[in-house]
């Protein structure tokens, strides 16, 4: 098999690709055969020794494989070789082949094709788990998208949209913009030379957004919160920007504001169950198409430099994969 090893942390430039023994399933396991491998802005906190996880070195990163099932370990029952699967590795994903527990390993519909479905289940899963479980939006009301040419900020508008709500993206780039109001956004905002909390506050007719969905920080993050209407849940993702911003805690009391974090990955881990339940629901959404990811940008393994290299300077719109 081939993999992408990383030897000692830094940049994306010090990773390389090797080969290596290839895996055989154990009791409970299944190998699937790689045929694409999504590429994540954490994937770039592990390499360079930044995420509050730190593996020992050498590691193989990369979390979300989709392929083929290639064997089946013993005591494995409803998945046989040559099945289409998405799979959730942890580590390791940047490879060719990977084995993984029977449980993580998820038939997929026909719909969704592997670079697409490789790149789908923490962009989604977040934001699924994001708007219903922790916001409780309902159909009709309005959700301003930050970063909304992103992974997760695509992924946002989606599923805002395959919820019913109305949705304004707000991205600083034309390419990133014209990607929001074709995943559904109605209208956007130019962060680079627009008002987001006047634009934002007008598109919902004064009054302010019930949700704004935050995976960026940085400046946009006060006037955004200052966009929110009565009762208005800011939800915090991440900071893409690097910045974590601080903000006048006085904009959360007026108007009954919430702030609520996102940290969907631990609530996955701690409740396996229900994340397999949320994953199905969105499967589910593809299948009915209510949801249709966007197809991701694509590089060959040897490429993994340059995709994290873009990824991480938000430099591409939408989502990365890489195929081995």
């Known amino acids: ?83 289409r699967v998405l799979a959730n590795t942890g580590l390791g994903g940047y490879a060719s082949h990977v084995v993984v527990p029977v449980a993580s390993a998820v038939p997929l519909p026909d719909q969704l094709d592997s670079p697409r479905a490789a790149t789908f289940t923490q962009s989604f899963s977040t934001c699924l788990y994001a708007l219903r479980n922790r916001a409780g939006v309902e159909p009709g009301q309005s959700v301003l998208v ?43 905002i130019d962060t680079a030379t627009e008002s987001v909390k006047d634009r934002a506050r007008e598109w919902a007719g004064g009054t302010g957004v019930d949700v704004v969905v935050d995976p960026i920080g ?13 009762g208005g849940r800011y939800l915090v993702i991440g900071f893409a920007s690097g910045t974590i911003p601080a903000v006048p805690l006085n904009q959360v009391l007026l108007r009954n504001r919430s702030v609520l974090g996102i940290d969907w990955g631990i609530w996955a881990m701690q409740h396996p169950s229900d994340q397999h339940a949320l994953l199905a629901d969105l499967l589910a959404m593809v299948s009915d198409g209510r949801l249709d990811p966007v197809h991701p940008t694509t590089y060959p393994l040897e490429g993994v430099a340059d995709a994290l290299d873009g990824l991480l300077a938000r430099r591409i719109v939408g989502k990365v994969a890489l195929i081995p």
Request: charged share 20%; hydrophobic share 45%.
């Open 1 to 83: 098999m081939r993999a992408v090893i990383c030897h000692e942390l830094g940049p994306p430039s010090l990773l390389n690709v090797e080969e290596r023994p290839d895996p055989v399933p154990g009791p409970g396991q299944v190998l699937v055969e790689v045929e694409a491998a999504g590429v994540n802005f954490v994937d770039g906190l592990f390499i360079a020794g930044q995420y509050q996880i730190k593996p020992a070195l050498p590691f193989t990163p990369g979390s979300e494989v989709a392929g083929r099932v290639a064997a089946v370990g013993d005591g494995v029952d409803g998945l046989a070789p040559g099945r």
């Open 146 to 188: 930050l970063g909304a040419g992103g992974g997760i900020g695509l992924a946002a508008v989606a599923v805002a949209r395959a919820l019913g709500c109305r949705v304004i993206g707000a991205a600083s780039s034309e390419d990133k913009r014209r990607a929001a109001l074709a995943a559904g956004a109605e209208s956007t």
């Open 218 to 230: 940085g400046p946009a993050a006060e006037p955004s919160l200052r966009a929110l209407g009565d």
